[in-house]
């Protein structure tokens, strides 16, 4: 359905070692516009180093990769421009409050009336009440949230999201997916990385999977399902899921804590 | 990118100093060494000493707030290590924003934070019978020295706050900075001291600052040391600061 327009990010034969360690050895993928791309891989397998190629962090061996159709070696200005990284740890300031963390950012974008994005996130992310509180008494979750908000300031094209939920609960996990899933709807082409092959399933339109440095496949779910032999019928006890079980519990969506 | 150089250095400048306004015992522990010191030695050891001059705490004053200063910048290797850790370095250079205003921010509140302890100092010093009849000149002169030595150091700071690996390490190399005064100088002349440690006392930049800075101070003619003292000064400057840059190329490709 996108295939008329050009991807949103290219990714051309992409190489880089630290030292002796060749981290990627030729990584090739294109993400078309408005989707979700997730990069799976286990630890070590050079997730966070194609995100921090894209985002201009670090340089490459050799290959190239573009950014909303800027080269990020040569026009790394305008790749900047272009998008938002949510790095695998929350990059928010601990001693800030969660409202000065957003205008920080809403000012080194360069926009105008920063005070008003900030109040307009903190609604959106359900974090009015703690604005006016220290990052560093915020939850996992709540952290996570202020941290994903700030990346949506300036409304980027293109969002990096490293390992997003790695260390989350069950429900902030699910709040944050339901962020992704609203970016896409909204025009946001998200590349997502992620551990977790259920996070991947339930967000993504796509699906690489990097392995010691190269993309073994990279198809739709639907399509990968099909790379195994076609589904037996089987007779099994549904049993609920511990996650269902944890949800019904404390209450899916209950107040945020 | 770099029309935004000023702008973005605000922006980032007026962040780390919303740190130091919250946590204030920065300001506090970098003044109660050189303080500490500054009682010792006037109250201790300073009746022994032989200065030649009648008052040990207008003698010992430049060398303490050289002391502070050492002692100060090194918030500063902390303060940049824990944005590198914390992540935020990183989101702040995947932002379209003039990439070296992330230091600048740092430098620029080291040198506020160090004026602030140094005018602690400087009071603690006029309780202590610490007199000087020196114009404004001469207070200019010594506060251009002391904020020249003060971004020398902290470009030091940067290297360090680059280049550690632990939170100790971006601090343990100040110490050496603050015992420089004491082989210098600042404390007692340099004529009782033996030969090799008197040559070293006499030719480290310390004595030069120390010396340029006590005669402003006393109203007298400063000579040749105040060339000296600027050489110093602007010579670790660049050195600094070009040592910080590279130390910073090498973290960001």
């Known amino acids: 359905m996108t295939a008329a327009r050009e991807p949103a990010i290219t990714v051309q034969g992409l190489q880089r070692s630290f030292g002796d360690v060749h981290v990627l050895r030729g990584v090739d993928f294109d993400v078309a516009p408005g989707s979700i791309f997730a990069l799976l891989g286990s630890n070590g397998a050079g997730k966070t180093t194609v995100v921090k190629i894209l985002s201009t962090l670090l340089k490459a061996d050799a290959g190239t990769a573009a950014v909303n159709g800027f080269d990020t070696a040569t026009q790394a200005g305008d790749v900047r421009e272009s998008i938002s990284l949510t790095g695998q740890f929350a990059a928010v300031d601990e001693v800030l409050t969660g409202r000065e963390n957003l205008v920080l950012v809403a000012k080194l974008r360069h926009l105008d009336d920063p005070g008003a994005i900030a109040d307009d996130l903190l609604a959106r992310f359900a974090l009015t009440d703690a604005g006016s509180r220290a990052a560093s008494t915020y939850s996992g979750g709540m952290r996570r949230r202020l941290d994903i908000a700030m990346s949506l300031i300036g409304d980027p094209p293109v969002i990096f999201l490293d390992e997003p939920t790695t260390g989350l609960d069950p429900e902030a996990r699910i709040e944050v997916w339901r962020t992704i899933k609203r970016l896409a709807d909204g025009g946001t082409t998200v590349l997502l990385t992620t551990q977790y092959l259920d996070e991947a399933e339930h967000l993504a339109d796509r699906i690489a999977i990097l392995h010691h440095g190269r993309i073994l496949v990279n198809d739709t779910l639907a399509a990968l399902k099909k790379l195994l032999p076609s589904a037996t019928v089987e007779y099994v006890e549904k049993q609920p899921s511990l996650e269902e079980v944890f949800l019904a519990l404390v209450g899916e969506g209950a107040e945020h804590t | ?253």
């Open chain 2, 1 to 253: 990118m770099t029309s935004h150089f000023i702008g973005d250095t605000a922006v980032l400048t007026g962040r780390s100093l919303r740190h130091i306004s919250r946590s204030p015992d920065t300001i506090i522990t970098t003044a109660v060494m050189p303080i500490a010191f500054m009682l010792l030695f006037v109250y201790v050891f300073g009746g022994a000493i032989e200065t030649g001059t009648d008052s040990y705490v207008n003698y010992l004053l430049p060398g303490i707030l050289l002391i502070t200063i050492a002692s100060g910048i090194a918030y500063t290797a902390y303060r940049l290590f824990l944005d590198l850790q914390g992540g935020i370095f990183e989101r702040f250079q995947s932002m379209p924003i003039a990439r070296s205003s992330v230091l600048w921010g740092h430098v620029l509140t080291s040198l506020a934070a160090n004026v602030i302890s140094l005018v602690v100092v400087v009071l603690v010093a006029l309780l202590m019978g610490f007199r000087s009849g020196a114009g404004v000149v001469a207070w200019l002169a010594i506060a251009g020295i002391l904020m020249l030595f003060t971004l020398a150091l902290t470009w030091i700071a940067v290297i360090a706050g680059l280049s550690a690996k632990t939170v100790d390490g971006a601090s343990a190399f100040s110490y050496p900075l603050i015992f420089l005064p004491f082989i210098s100088s600042a404390f007692v002349p340099t004529e009782t001291m033996p030969g090799p440690v008197r040559w070293f006392a006499e030719n480290q930049p310390v004595t030069a600052i120390v010396n340029t800075i006590r005669d402003l101070l006393a109203q007298q003619s400063i000579g040749s040391d105040i060339w000296v003292a600027l050489a110093w000064c602007v010579a670790i400057l660049v050195g600094a600061y070009v040592s910080a840059m590279v130390a910073y190329r090498r973290k960001i490709l």
